[in-house]
Each structure stands twice: as C-alpha cells, then as structure tokens.
C-alpha cells in the first residue's frame, strides 16, 4: 500500500461559499495541493479575486452561481461542474450564514434562512454530489460545521441548531454512502474572525475573555484549517468517516481560566 499523502493532483472539488473568508482559503489551500476547483458563490462576479488567485497558481477553476436556498440552483450548478470537468473528487459544503440576536428576538424568517442555508443546503448539495462520486465508487464530503456543533453560545440559537444538525448528518451520511468508497467528515472551526463575526473582533475586552477560554490563547488565524481539509480531502484520511473534527485551539474542552499546575 503506498504510503498515504496530502497530494490531490489530478483531482476536482466542488466548494460553495468560496468569495471570501474560510471559503476563499480553503480554495486556495485545495488549489495549491494541485486540485482544479468549481467554485460557487450566490453571483458569479463575487468569485473573481478567487479565480485569479486559483488561476495564478496555475489550476483549473469553474465560477458558477449557487444559491443553496434553491433546489434548482444547486442542481443546475453541480450538473455544470460535473460536466465541464467529467467528475467530482472532493466536496466541501462550505456555503453558511448567521444572525446573531438573543432568542426571544428570532423571527420566523431569521431561522428559515439559517436553517436552509446552513443545513438544509449542506444536504442538497452533497445529495446532487453525490450520483458522481457513487458512479466512480470514491469520494470525499467534508460538511463545515463549528463549534457549536458541540457547545451552545447564547444568540446563537438557530446557528447552534443548524451546526449540531451538519454534525449529525455527516453522521448518517457516512452510513449511507461508505459501502460506495465515500468518507463523510465534518470539519468545525471554533473562533475564527470572518466577515460575519469581525464585529465582535472590534471589541478588545470580547478578544481578552475570547482567549482566556482558549487553551492555546489566542483566535484562529488563516492557515490553522488547512492541514485538517487536506487530511480531509486526501488518500490520508481513507479510513476516516462520520467524525466531526474541532480545530478550535481547546475550547470546546471547557477551559473557563487558566489556572496554575500544582
């Protein structure tokens, strides 16, 4: 058996939300390990700082318009990738979307839109992958979760819901297609800062109590995420599935401060 590596030349990957933040890095984390990549944003034109780096670092790249909302639009979308490149390797369910407010302040449309986007769109997409990577009887599915996949946060009700939801049906969908050669992970990022959240990021004393709680004391910073994708995306994690992997610096193990070893 050869010894197992990060190297996906030769492969192609679908990744949704890849105009920006953790979507945009993943892109060229995939890229740079020689995979050809169909990108996907709601407008075609939000993905063009992505191709030119993709296309820079001289891989294939397909923009395409994906609204994960839409039933059609995910169809449409993955049936282009598909056919302009004649398989999918790798998916990455990346496409999200948060709004933060207290509990009694949700509005039945605020859970609509969190839920479709960030669960109901995860599965669709991966459900029109799928047929793909059946056909050739490999395939890798990574759902991007958080951590609160695992822990609550308050104003997080719908997001917490729908991230302990990827979890779980990264679970069941292991089970559903591991007899066909494809692993399904989920890969949960704690703190990083994001467009969605740079807000928080403003406030320096919301940073200190931030990274009190963090074992290795301070945020996630661009390039923390990348080892675990490529483990995620290549022959390495062959034996790997229905497992939610935290990369989140140690605090989903609960740290409230640090205190002294006696």
């Given at each position: ?35 050809d ?41 993955t ?5 302009h490149?004649?398989?999918?390797d ?15 302040d ?33 395939g ?25 939801g990827?979890?779980q ?15 399904v992970n ?11 959240n ?21 945020p996630?910073?661009?390039?923390d ?14 034996y ?17 401060t ?5």
């Open positions: 058996m050869p010894h197992p590596t990060f190297d996906l030349t030769g492969k192609t990957a679908f990744l949704t939300g890849a105009s920006r933040g953790l979507g945009k890095g993943f892109a060229l984390t995939l890229a740079r390990a020689g995979c990549l169909a990108i996907t944003a709601r407008s075609v034109e939000d993905l063009e700082d992505t191709t030119a780096a993709i296309e820079a670092l001289g891989r294939k790249v397909l923009p395409l318009a994906l609204d994960v909302r839409d039933f059609d639009s995910i169809r449409t979308a049936a282009q990738a598909a056919a490149f004649g398989k999918i790798i998916l990455v369910n990346n496409a999200g979307c948060n709004r933060r407010k207290p509990a009694l949700v509005t039945w449309d605020d859970w609509n839109t969190i839920l479709d986007t960030n669960l109901r769109g995860t599965f669709f997409v991966a459900q029109a992958i799928a047929p793909h990577m059946i056909a050739a009887g490999r890798r599915i990574i759902n991007i979760g958080s951590v609160t996949c695992v822990a609550g946060y308050a104003g997080l009700a719908p997001y917490g819901a729908s991230r302990g990827v979890k049906l990264t679970m069941s969908l292991a089970s559903d297609w591991g007899p066909h050669g494809i692993t989920c890969l949960a990022p704690g703190w990083f800062k994001t467009a969605q740079a807000v928080l990021y403003d406030n320096e004393e919301w940073v200190e109590y931030l990274c009190e709680r963090i074992p290795l004391g301070r996630g910073q661009p390039g995420l990348d080892g675990t994708l490529l483990f995620l995306a290549s022959a390495a994690s062959a790997v599935t229905g497992q939610t992997i935290l990369v989140d610096g140690g605090i989903s193990v609960g740290q409230v640090a205190l002294p070893v006696k």
